[in-house]
């Protein structure tokens, strides 16, 4: 065998094996969250509230529909803004300096560690306030989520050819019609699925809310108080001593580890959808 | 100075003294063009690449406006109003001056919607009005009967040359008086660069039509009237028979012979 085949023989070797390394560790975390989860899912998951330890009727209602009331609120103020951010810097901003510079902003605020996001959301919204709530944290997670949006908003709409705005322009429109009822059909796909994703990145964020909905072991659905959320409720219950708690907190890693991999795979398919047409 | 040939007709457009100025740049890209557009006629504006035939098509209903920097001088006349006034309803000028582009756009909708979409700009809600005028403008199209079972369908799904065809449907669907034809079929196959080519003669009847071209055999086959564009000016404005049997200008004569391009 000559010296090429060699070295060729050894290099995928190496990559493959560095590949199947990087796999194994993604399906051992699955396979972990899946058996120790799954054993500690029932019923009781969704009907009980969080109790002591040693208190049979237990479960993660509170921190499921905190999550989901978190999640909702931060979705309700971040897509919009994000959005319409978006447009600014694709239709209206282009590459002028003011819109690189917002660009530039938005994606250092994308890399900002997200417990300095909580930290600053705990200095407007909860010191003043005085306590914790449920608004607060979904400000925080909004704030996550708006880089994120903005960005692929953004991406999207510049990749819509200029000719379909040219054409619309040629038939009357006025800008505003151009964007809302062209342009942003065009992009419509690329829109939902980075909204997907945000989605995704924010539901799996424990740092925003540790000082901001902080966490509540009774069932509210009340944003001005403190709420439980699925990632805190893990946090605490996962680091306790108590066996029963653990596995709630096992649950809910389960819960929230198949929901992100739900949001994430549904926005894969839709760009994959897309690829092909 | 250009050569330019008597016109019979009204003139529909009159462009007088026009230069035109891209953003940033000191150099005009069209220098001083003076030419009438026939109405009811087909003018086809022809030249080598870079010569400014597409800037000038795309003053005539000011789609450069869509791009800040770029200026305008002179004068271009249509219905008793200098269109580069800027007090001009650009909105409302590009109703009567519709546009046809190089690639096919249709819009990420149905065909239907398509072809309805500039009738719904003009506030037209009456559905059967809608689909009376849809179906009219497909027909004028040549591609209502095509496509008259799947109005519903996405437009993406038509072939090329269907395409374009609906987005002469969607240009004509709000009865503009001039409609523009920027290089309609360098994009399209054979056949349907010859629909399109025989619904350009069609439409005439009904209204103006100024068309760039970079082939001049199109330009003959379709055209009343050839303006030779060279180098951001017109060279010459001919009948478009005497024009490519007997040009009047030497340089003329050099580019349909083939000698640059």
């Known amino acids: 065998m000559n010296k090429r085949k060699v070295i060729n023989a050894v290099i995928m070797t190496l990559s ?17 969250l899946f058996s120790k989860g799954i054993n500690a899912m029932g019923i009781n998951i969704f009907i ?19 999550h989901l009331l978190l999640v909702m609120v931060a979705c309700l103020i971040g897509i919009p803004f994000g959005i319409m951010a978006g447009t600014y810097l694709s239709e209206f901003g282009k590459n002028s300096k003011y819109a690189n510079f917002i660009r530039d902003l938005s994606d250092v605020m994308m890399s900002a560690p997200s417990i300095v996001i909580g930290a600053f959301v705990y200095a407007i919204l909860v010191n003043p306030v005085g306590h914790f709530s449920g608004w607060a944290g979904a400000v925080a997670l909004a704030i996550m989520m708006i880089p994120i949006v903005l960005r692929t908003t953004d991406d999207m709409l510049s990749l819509v050819p200029q000719t379909l705005r040219e054409a619309a322009y040629a038939l009357g429109a006025p800008k505003y019609k151009v964007t809302m009822q062209v342009v942003y059909r065009g992009a419509k796909v690329g829109m939902v ?26 069932f509210s659905t009340d944003l001005n108080q403190a709420m439980a959320s699925l990632t805190v409720t893990m946090f605490n219950f996962a680091t306790s001593p108590y066996e029963d708690w653990i596995d709630l907190g096992w649950a809910a890693a389960f819960i929230l580890g198949a929901f992100v991999l739900f949001v994430n795979i549904v926005g894969r398919v839709i760009i994959k959808k897309r690829g092909r047409n | ?46 030249g080598p690449s870079g010569c400014g035939k597409s800037t000038l ?21 249509f219905k008793g109003q ?60 040549a591609l209502w009967n095509e496509v008259k079972d799947r109005l519903k369908d996405d437009a993406n799904a038509l072939s090329g040359g269907q395409q374009q065809r609906l987005c002469i449907a969607r240009a004509v669907a709000v009865k503009p008086k001039v409609l523009l034809f920027d290089e309609p079929t360098s994009a399209l ?19 103006t039509i100024v068309i760039v071209t970079h082939n ?36 003329s004569e050099e580019y349909i012979t083939g000698k640059f391009g």
């Open chain 2, 1 to 46: 100075m250009a050569v330019l040939c008597e016109v019979r007709e009204p003139k529909e457009i009159d462009i007088q003294n026009f230069s035109f100025y891209y953003a940033g740049s000191e150099k005009p890209a069209l220098k001083s063009i003076s030419m009438p557009v026939a109405k009811n006629r087909v003018t086809a504006l022809i």
């Open chain 1, 16 to 32: 493959t094996l560095s590949a199947l390394l990087g796999l194994i560790f993604l399906f051992w975390i699955l396979w972990t």
């Open chain 2, 189 to 207: 196959d054979p056949i349907s660069t010859q629909a399109v080519e025989e619904l350009v003669i069609d439409l005439k009847e009904q209204m």
């Open chain 2, 216 to 251: 001049m055999q199109q330009a003959a086959r379709v055209s009343d009237y050839t303006a030779f564009m060279y180098l951001g000016e017109l060279i010459e404005l001919g009948e478009t028979e005497e024009f490519f049997i007997n040009p009047k200008v030497k340089l």
């Open chain 2, 57 to 77: 098509l795309r003053s005539l209903n000011r789609i450069h406006d869509l791009y800040p920097g770029n200026r305008y001088e002179g004068k271009i006349m």
């Open chain 1, 193 to 218: 699925t980075g909204i997907l994703l945000a989605i995704a990145r924010i539901a799996g964020e424990t740092a925003p809310l540790l000082f901001t909905s902080f966490n509540n072991n009774f």
């Open chain 1, 48 to 66: 009980y509230d969080t109790a002591p330890p040693g208190v049979k009727e237990t479960g993660l209602r509170n921190a499921l529909v905190g």
């Open chain 2, 82 to 141: 200098n269109i580069l006034d800027k007090k001009i309803d650009l909105i409302a000028l590009r109703i009567k001056i519709g546009m046809i582009f190089q690639k096919p756009t249709p819009f990420p909708m149905s065909i239907f919607d398509n072809v309805a979409y500039g009738l719904r700009l003009q506030g037209i809600r009456n559905k059967s009005e809608l689909q009376d005028r849809v179906e009219d403008a497909l027909k004028g199209a």
